[in-house]
């Protein structure tokens, strides 16, 4: 299969997907009469009077939300979604043998098992292959989603380069972009040392989904524009996929908050399971859209070091425990109580301006809550010193796979992990025995170590910092000359054990970025006090 062409090997790529950048910017500052009629045929003539009538300047309101009342006598938008789901995922368990059957069966065509085939025939079957697995992506996703819903989402998190994820994201794109001639370009996604803790596959389709419902409404021969960034903190990068399509009305924008909408275009999976993936890596799922000029999707994923993995995770574990409150700052703008309760109920901001207003809504996943809201056990696990590699590697499957959504596993060496469950005293060694019992009836020889439980508080401010620092110790403490047992290795003539240096690279990150953090605050603390002083000192 040919690799999709984008950009960032060389300068003028670089340059173009800057320019497609800042004009995506650009174009939501724009206020000429050409884009305002423009708009006003996306967002319909009452929006358009509506914002002609504001001041052009930024206030954030939340928007109305013209979602009808509910019938008591009719089942809840929950229980219509997980029978959606349940639904998908019978239908995909059915959808996968056939499917399978025809894209064999077209394989075997086109590598002329059955005769010869001239070029056209053979890029056709090409054509139809490539289908076949974009149907089987969705299959997949139709699978995962339900696990997702349920909290059991067998994920296995690590550390990878973007460049890798980026190499992958664009060999699964080509079936849906090179039909049309439309360019994905890359921005920040060049260099090999930025990495991100995430699951590779997990992190690759949540991309995918993401570009693909931006490519739905890119016109034939225009770009799509994934952008890397990190974050104001650091701990993070920040990954958009920005888009130049029609934008997302107010009432599209509503309905996606209501969990009654995909995507845009309205079609596909879209956004529920995306959003359900990026809770996978500690984020919610921000859509940002102008109606008219284009929608941005933005996640963000744990990089650099143990200490942003903790701080990130703390973060979104905190999100869960809180509950919507009622915003009332706009209730006074409304013409009746019902839509002050939805002014309050939203959570769409917008900017008014004269131009289409821009919205944003933030989506978090749409699973279980936590077992146990403000508690969380900790501790160490680690598998005997003779055990060899195959079996540490067996096992961190067995033991990330089995997490569930609001647990934590984290591996500080080959053979030791920190884990963190959402569970209580009693829960916890029941958790402990029963992974305990999967790994010795897969690996009959595995010797385990389990420390003895601690338990934190989710609600206090010291969290983060007390995750972070047992990460951190555990990481250093972890010996960068382990060796393993391995049967190759010890025969006659083959190379001796090298030891791993990645407890090392990891200290010299986490070192380079705190001097840096360092010097940061030494300057700012420097320009602080130059302010202070007293005029004419």
Not at 41 to 70: E, K, L, W
Not at 262 to 277: D, K, P, T, Y
Request: glycine residues 6%; neutral net charge; proline residues 4%.
């Amino acid at each position: 299969m040919s690799k999709l062409s984008t950009t960032n090997t060389n300068t003028s790529s670089r340059t173009q997907a800057r320019d497609f950048s800042q004009m995506v910017s650009g174009a939501a500052n724009q206020t000429g009469a050409a884009n305002q009629t423009g708009a006003a045929n996306q967002t319909g003539a009452a929006n358009q009077t509506g914002a002609a009538n504001q001041a052009n300047h930024s206030v954030t309101v939340p928007a109305p939300n013209a979602s009808p009342v509910s019938n008591p006598a009719q089942p809840s938008m929950e229980q219509t979604v997980d029978a959606i789901v349940q639904m998908l995922s019978e239908t995909a368990h059915d959808l996968r043998s056939p499917l399978t059957t025809v894209r064999e069966s077209i394989r075997l065509v086109a590598e002329g098992e059955f005769g010869e085939i001239n070029i056209d025939q053979h890029s056709c079957l090409a054509a139809a292959i490539d289908q076949c697995d974009c149907i089987d992506q969705m299959v997949g996703e139709m699978l995962q989603l339900e696990r997702l819903r349920t909290g059991m989402p067998r994920i296995r998190r690590r550390w990878i380069s973007v460049v890798d994820i980026r190499q992958a994201v664009q060999e699964t794109l080509q079936p849906w972009s090179l039909p049309r001639k439309i360019e994905v370009l890359w921005d920040g996604a060049d260099d090999p040392n930025v990495i991100v803790f995430a699951d590779p596959a997990v992190l690759r389709r949540l991309i995918v989904n993401l570009v693909v419902n931006a490519i739905r409404v890119t016109r034939e021969g225009d770009s799509v524009l994934v952008r890397l960034q990190p974050s104001a903190s650091g701990d993070a990068v920040i990954w958009s996929v920005i888009d130049q399509g029609i934008g997302i009305t107010q009432a599209q924008m509503q309905r996606i908050e209501n969990q009654q909408f995909s995507s845009s275009a309205g079609e596909g999976l879209g956004l529920a399971i995306s959003r359900q993936l990026a809770a996978l890596h500690f984020s919610t799922l921000r859509l940002r859209s102008r109606a008219g000029y284009g929608t941005e999707a933005i996640f963000q994923t744990p990089t650099a070091s143990p200490k942003s993995v903790a701080h990130c995770w703390v973060r979104w574990r905190q999100r869960t425990q809180v509950k919507p409150t009622s915003n009332n700052q706009g209730s006074n703008q409304g013409t009746g109580d019902s839509q002050s309760q939805a002014l309050g109920a939203s959570k769409i901001q917008r900017r008014i301006r004269l131009d289409p207003p821009l919205l944003s809504v933030e989506l978090s996943h749409e699973s279980a809550p936590p077992k146990h809201a403000e508690l969380l056990s900790l501790g160490t696990v680690s598998i005997g010193a003779a055990m060899p590699r195959d079996v540490a590697e067996s096992f961190d499957q067995i033991l990330q796979t089995h997490l569930r959504l609001f647990d934590l596993a984290y591996r500080v060496d080959h053979r030791h992990w920190v884990w963190i469950f959402d569970a209580d005293a009693n829960d916890v060694s029941i958790r402990i025995q029963t992974i305990t019992d999967i790994a010795q009836a897969h690996l009959a020889s595995i010797r385990l170590h389990w420390s003895k439980p601690s338990f934190i508080t989710l609600d206090h401010r010291a969290t983060a910092a007390k995750l972070s620092d047992l990460l951190i110790r555990e990481t250093l403490g972890a010996s960068s000359a382990s060796t393993f047992t391995d049967a190759n290795q010890v025969r006659l003539g083959t190379a001796p054990i090298e030891p791993s240096t990645a407890a090392s690279d990891r200290l010299d990150q986490e070192l380079k970025r705190l001097s840096a953090k360092l010097n940061r605050q030494t300057e700012t603390l420097k320009r602080q006090a130059h302010a202070l002083r007293p005029i004419g000192h």
